[in-house]
């Protein structure tokens, strides 16, 4: 092949390559999480004495879909969700499973189960999400939670008890701040735990 040939096919591959005839950009794709399981040391003995049941957690707007959310600490008014990273299901749905799981583990109750109409327990327990988003900006990226729950004994006393806590993000990326949502959730439960205890004797 002469020079001459093999400088206009040098050149055609360049131009094509420059207008895009090697194909699209691969689209991204879509990642999902679980929130992790956590430590959960059994109690001496059951706290409450009968069926504690767990209601659905309740939220507003973006809290309510499965896009993990965030917000820039110097926009702290503006939340913005990822739009590959996403929970397998709503935090509502995963945070009632999650606390159930928790309690049924270190057995606070006899017996622990999901709330369902019809199904008669001595104690309720639900939830609401004001917050649960990772915050990033300047110095060490976050998680924020804040939840507050009802708790309901028998002869409809109701008790309030809500919790926040930041907690750091050990790492980059959003698997770290998965993570870092366990932590925020297992000092809220451990405290749950506490307050419940309290508030019944």
């Not at 057995?107 to 189960?113: F, H, L, P, R, S």
């Not at 990226?141 to 002869?155: E, M, N, R, Y």
């Amino acid at each position: 092949m002469s020079s001459f040939k093999h400088s206009i096919i040098l050149s055609l591959l360049v131009w094509c390559m420059a207008a895009g005839c090697a194909g699209p950009s691969p689209v991204p794709s879509d990642h999902f999480y679980r929130l992790p399981e956590l430590n959960a040391a059994s109690l001496d003995r059951p706290v409450l004495l009968g069926t504690l049941s767990i209601a659905p957690f309740s939220a507003g707007g973006l809290y309510n879909e499965r896009s993990i959310i965030y917000v820039d600490e110097n926009q702290p008014l503006e939340l913005k969700r990822y739009r590959y990273h996403l929970w397998n299901n709503t935090p509502v749905y995963l945070l009632q499973q999650h606390l159930a799981d928790y309690l049924k583990k270190i057995g606070i109750a006899e017996q622990v189960v999901i709330f369902q109409p019809g199904v008669e327990s001595e104690y309720k327990l639900s939830g609401n999400v004001s917050h649960f988003e990772r915050v990033v900006g300047n110095g060490v990226d976050q998680v924020k939670v804040s939840l507050t729950f009802l708790f309901i004994s028998p002869g409809n006393s109701t008790q309030a008890h809500e919790y926040q806590v930041s907690f750091p993000v050990q790492g980059g990326g959003i698997h770290d701040s998965v993570e870092a949502f366990g932590a925020a959730l297992q000092q809220i439960y451990d405290a749950l735990v506490q307050d419940v205890g309290q508030s019944i004797r």
